[in-house]
């Protein structure tokens, strides 16, 4: 398994859409890929024996390729789109 995490400032809540690309390749056939988003959210737990980082799944998404061709590049492109209840401007 290979484990990718990206860290996203703040700011794109303001954002009325995020898009996101992953490109990929391989040399070899790849049966069964499978993709998983995660959308995890950071808190700062305080205990009598100090403060911690607590993360906290709170989406997520399996998508499923199938295979992937060998000798092919292939791309994956999600877009998550706000309502408009919780935009401000």
């Known amino acids: 398994d290979i484990h990718r995490e990206v860290e996203i400032p703040t700011k794109v809540l303001d954002c009325e859409a995020v898009s996101r690309e992953i490109t990929f390749h ?28 607590k993360w906290t799944c709170i989406e997520e998404w399996v998508f499923t390729f199938g295979f992937v061709i060998p000798n092919s590049v292939n791309a994956w492109q999600s877009v998550i789109v706000s309502t408009k209840d919780n935009v401000d401007g």
């Open 26 to 53: 391989s040399k070899k056939l790849v049966n069964d890929l499978s993709i998983v988003q995660r959308v995890m959210v950071q808190e700062l737990v305080t205990a009598r024996d100090g403060s911690r980082t």
